[in-house]
């Protein structure tokens, strides 16, 4: 019964990280940021970091993984966001 929920948590992880895919994807092909908040993608990351140390103290693999992966996609998400709105200030400019 245990690795019956170990798949739906496996499955539940893997199906809330592809929900960042198509964000990241339209950063990579509009280059444009407008509308992203900052913020709140850096919130994201700080939760993130305190919920995967959290799990990593309970020694919990599906949180740690899913954890571990937000920290990396909401970073990535971040980076790209900073990156386009610097070349869409300097264009500006």
């Known amino acids: 019964m245990r ?3 170990l798949a739906l948590g496996t499955i539940g992880s893997i199906m809330l990280l592809s929900g960042s ?3 990241i994807a339209h950063l990579l092909k509009v ?6 908040s900052i913020f709140a993608w850096l919130i994201w990351i700080v ?3 305190l919920t995967l140390t959290y799990a990593i ?3 919990d693999p599906i949180f740690i993984f ?3 992966f937000w920290v990396i996609l909401c970073s990535l998400t ?9 070349k869409n200030n300097e264009s500006i400019n």
């Open 57 to 59: 103290y309970i020694k």
């Open 31 to 36: 280059k444009d940021s407008t509308g992203q």
């Open 47 to 49: 939760a993130n970091m």
């Open 3 to 5: 690795s019956f929920f």
């Open 78 to 86: 971040l980076f790209l966001i900073l990156v386009y709105r610097k």
């Open 21 to 23: 895919l198509p964000q």
């Open 66 to 68: 899913l954890d571990f």
